[in-house]
DNA sequence: GTGCTCGTTATACACTCATA
DNA sequence: TATGAGTGTATAACGAGCAC
C-alpha cells in the first residue's frame, strides 16, 4: 500500500478475517446459529456457540465462538453447568436479549449477551477503526488508541463537562473486551507451495495487550469492570491477531476506502444493514472470483439471511435490501446491482458491481 | 396504517472516593 | 468540608422493525 492510499484514508483489512467474517457474526436468529453451551475439554472451561455450515454455501463454514472461562475448580464448573443446562434459553431469547435478564448470575448473565452480539454492526466499525488506526500509523499490528478519541470518530456527543457518559465508554469498554475475550475456531485453507491444506485455527479478533487509566487513584479493573460494573480505560494498546499480510504488497487483504465511522445517533447497531451489506460483499470478495475485480452474483436468499434480514414480511425485506443497496451507491461502495433471474423460478440472484476505488481485493493466489 | 416492542442514547441525579 | 472526577441507576425519548 502506498503513502498516497493512506492519505486518502484507503486502509486494508486480512483476508483470512473477512473470510470468516459474517459467520463469526452470524445472531442467534441465523439459521446457522446454535444457542450458547457450557462445554469442557482438555483445554479448558467454554461457553460456546456454535455456527453450523451451510451445505449450499462454500463460503458458509463451520466456526465456533466461545468465551474461555478460567480460574474456575472442577466443582465451580459442575455447579456453573447444573445452572445452566437449567436455563431455558430458548424461552428467554423469545423476548430478545433483554430476554436474558432472567439469568440471575450477573457475570453468566454478561458472557451470554457477549456471545450472542458479537460482532454486531458497532463492533465491527471498531475493528474496522482499528485496521484504519493501523494503517496511518505504520506500527504493523499493534496500535495505541484514546476512547475518547474513538468515540469522537464514532460520532457520540460529549457532555456539558467535556467528557462521554460513563455508559457509552462502558460499553467500549465491553466491546474491545468482547473482541479481546472471543476466540474463533474454525478450518482454514492455506497454500502451501502449491498445495492447498486446512489447518483448525483458534484465533481472537485481537488482544488488548495494556490499558492505561490516567487518573491513577481510579480504581479501574478491566474483567471485573466487563463482568459487574461500568467503566473504561482512557487508553488501549491492542494486537491485531489477524494482521499479517495486509501491507505485503503480495498479500491477502481487502482495501477499503471512504468509509463513515459516524454512528447514527438514536440508531440501534444492529439494524446497519450498509455496514452489514459492504463487509459480506467483501467477505464474497475473498471467497467468490469476481468478474473484472468487481462483479459479484450472489442469490437473494443467501444475502438476506447474512443481513439479518429475516422477518416474517418479505416485501419489507426486500424494501430494506434496495434502500440498502442505494445506500452504499451513494457512498460510491458499489457503481450498480440489478436483480437476475437464478436457476429456480423461487432463486432470485442479484449481480452487484463494486467500485474497486473504495472496495478492492488482493489475493496472491487468485488472479485478479 | 397503527400500535406495540426493542435496543439505543440523552439526561438528570445520587453516590463514592481522593484531594486541596 | 468543598470540590471534581468517575461511576451507577432511573427514566424519557427516539428510530426501526414487526404483527395485525
Same mark, same amino acid.
Given at each position: 500500500?502506498?503513502?498516497?492510499?493512506?492519505?486518502?484514508? *484507503?486502509?486494508?483489512? =486480512?483476508?483470512?478475517?473477512?473470510? *470468516?467474517?459474517?459467520?463469526?457474526?452470524?445472531? *442467534?436468529?441465523?439459521?446457522?446459529?446454535? $444457542?450458547?453451551?457450557?462445554?469442557?475439554? !482438555?483445554?479448558?472451561?467454554?461457553?460456546?456457540?456454535?455456527?453450523?455450515?451451510?451445505?449450499?454455501?462454500?463460503?458458509?463454514?463451520?466456526?465456533?465462538?466461545?468465551?474461555?472461562?478460567?480460574?474456575?475448580?472442577?466443582?465451580?464448573?459442575?455447579?456453573?453447568?447444573?445452572?445452566?443446562?437449567?436455563?431455558?434459553?430458548?424461552?428467554?431469547?423469545?423476548?430478545?436479549?433483554?430476554?436474558?435478564?432472567?439469568?440471575?448470575?450477573?457475570? $453468566?448473565?454478561?458472557?451470554?449477551?457477549?456471545?450472542?452480539?458479537?460482532?454486531?454492526?458497532?463492533?465491527?466499525?471498531? &475493528?474496522?477503526?482499528?485496521?484504519?488506526?493501523?494503517?496511518?500509523?505504520?506500527?504493523?499490528?499493534?496500535?495505541?488508541?484514546?476512547?475518547?478519541? +474513538?468515540?469522537?470518530?464514532?460520532?457520540?456527543?460529549?457532555?456539558?463537562?467535556?467528557?462521554?457518559?460513563?455508559?457509552?465508554?462502558?460499553?467500549?469498554?465491553?466491546?474491545?473486551?468482547?473482541?479481546?475475550?472471543?476466540?474463533?475456531?474454525?478450518?482454514?485453507?492455506?497454500?502451501?507451495?502449491?498445495?492447498?491444506?486446512? =489447518?483448525?485455527?483458534?484465533?481472537? +479478533?485481537?488482544?488488548?495487550?495494556?490499558?492505561? &487509566?490516567?487518573?491513577?487513584?481510579?480504581?479501574?479493573?478491566?474483567?471485573?469492570? !466487563?463482568?459487574?460494573?461500568?467503566?473504561?480505560?482512557?487508553?488501549?494498546?491492542?494486537?491485531?491477531?489477524?494482521?499479517?499480510?495486509?501491507? =505485503? !504488497?503480495?498479500?491477502?487483504?481487502?482495501?477499503?476506502?471512504? +468509509?463513515?465511522?459516524?454512528?447514527? &445517533?438514536?440508531?440501534?447497531?444492529?439494524?446497519?444493514?450498509?455496514?452489514?451489506?459492504?463487509?459480506?460483499?467483501?467477505?464474497?470478495?475473498?471467497?467468490?472470483?469476481?468478474?473484472?475485480?468487481?462483479?459479484?452474483?450472489?442469490?437473494?436468499?443467501?444475502?438476506?439471511?447474512?443481513? =439479518?434480514?429475516?422477518?416474517?414480511?418479505?416485501?419489507?425485506?426486500?424494501?430494506?435490501?434496495?434502500?440498502?443497496?442505494?445506500?452504499?451507491?451513494?457512498?460510491?461502495?458499489?457503481?450498480? !446491482?440489478?436483480?437476475?433471474?437464478?436457476?429456480?423460478?423461487?432463486?432470485?440472484? +442479484?449481480?452487484?458491481?463494486?467500485?474497486?476505488?473504495?472496495?478492492?481485493?488482493?489475493?496472491?493466489? &487468485?488472479?485478479?
Amino acid at each position: 500500500m502506498s503513502g498516497s492510499d493512506v492519505q486518502l484514508n *484507503i486502509f486494508s483489512v =486480512d483476508g483470512p478475517l473477512l473470510r *470468516i467474517l459474517p459467520r463469526a457474526g452470524a445472531s *442467534i436468529r441465523n439459521p446457522d446459529a446454535n $444457542l450458547p453451551v457450557l462445554r469442557s475439554d !482438555a483445554g479448558g472451561y467454554y461457553l460456546e456457540m456454535r455456527i453450523d455450515a451451510d451445505p449450499d454455501e462454500v463460503s458458509e463454514v463451520d466456526l465456533v465462538r466461545r468465551i474461555p472461562l478460567d480460574n474456575l475448580s472442577g466443582e465451580e464448573w459442575k455447579e456453573l453447568k447444573r445452572n445452566y443446562d437449567g436455563l431455558d434459553l430458548e424461552s428467554y431469547l423469545s423476548k430478545g436479549i433483554k430476554g436474558l435478564e432472567q439469568i440471575e448470575d450477573i457475570r $453468566l448473565r454478561r458472557l451470554t449477551a457477549t456471545l450472542l452480539t458479537f460482532l454486531n454492526p458497532r463492533q465491527v466499525q471498531l &475493528v474496522l477503526f482499528l485496521y484504519r488506526a493501523a494503517a496511518a500509523e505504520g506500527t504493523g499490528p499493534v496500535v495505541k488508541i484514546r476512547s475518547n478519541d +474513538i468515540l469522537e470518530v464514532m460520532g457520540y456527543e460529549r457532555t456539558k463537562d467535556g467528557s462521554f457518559h460513563a455508559l457509552i465508554r462502558s460499553q467500549l469498554h465491553c466491546d474491545l473486551m468482547a473482541l479481546h475475550r472471543t476466540e474463533l475456531v474454525y478450518a482454514q485453507e492455506t497454500w502451501t507451495g502449491e498445495k492447498l491444506e486446512a =489447518d483448525v485455527k483458534i484465533r481472537n +479478533i485481537l488482544r488488548v495487550q495494556e490499558y492505561h &487509566v490516567d487518573n491513577v487513584q481510579r480504581d479501574f479493573d478491566s474483567e471485573r469492570a !466487563a463482568d459487574y460494573t461500568y467503566g473504561a480505560a482512557d487508553s488501549y494498546t491492542v494486537n491485531l491477531e489477524f494482521f499479517q499480510t495486509s501491507t =505485503d !504488497a503480495d498479500g491477502d487483504y481487502v482495501l477499503f476506502g471512504n +468509509i463513515d465511522m459516524q454512528q447514527g &445517533v438514536g440508531k440501534s447497531a444492529k439494524h446497519d444493514y450498509g455496514l452489514k451489506l459492504l463487509v459480506y460483499l467483501a467477505h464474497r470478495l475473498k471467497w467468490d472470483a469476481p468478474k473484472d475485480g468487481q462483479y459479484l452474483t450472489i442469490s437473494r436468499r443467501c444475502l438476506f439471511k447474512n443481513l =439479518d434480514l429475516l422477518g416474517s414480511n418479505s416485501s419489507r425485506n426486500n424494501k430494506i435490501f434496495w434502500r440498502t443497496v442505494d445506500e452504499l451507491r451513494e457512498k460510491k461502495f458499489l457503481l450498480n !446491482a440489478r436483480e437476475l433471474p437464478g436457476k429456480r423460478k423461487s432463486s432470485v440472484l +442479484i449481480e452487484f458491481q463494486l467500485n474497486p476505488e473504495n472496495v478492492k481485493s488482493y489475493d496472491r493466489h &487468485v488472479p485478479t
